[in-house]
């Protein structure tokens, strides 16, 4: 099933985060609607019996670095 995927980076030097605009993962299944590979002849009571209707919830992850956020960087911190 497709879903959506939050990522947050926080900076390690400066302490800040910056989190990113959300992602859709595509899963490619043909029983997925919001699959690029979901066929458009699948519709009404036998796709909604068979199908994804729905995204779970994002998946949430949280990656560190040891540098600057952007901002710091612009700002001339190195």
Known sequence: MCR???VRT???RCNHGVTYPDEIVQCYGDNCI????HPPTCTGDICKKRCWHYRPAPQQFTEEKQAYCPNCVKAGYR
Do not use: A, D, E, L
């Not at 919001?34 to 590979?37: E, L, T, V």
């Open 34 to 37: 919001f699959s690029p590979n």
């Open 4 to 6: 959506r995927r939050q």
């Open 10 to 12: 926080v900076f390690k």
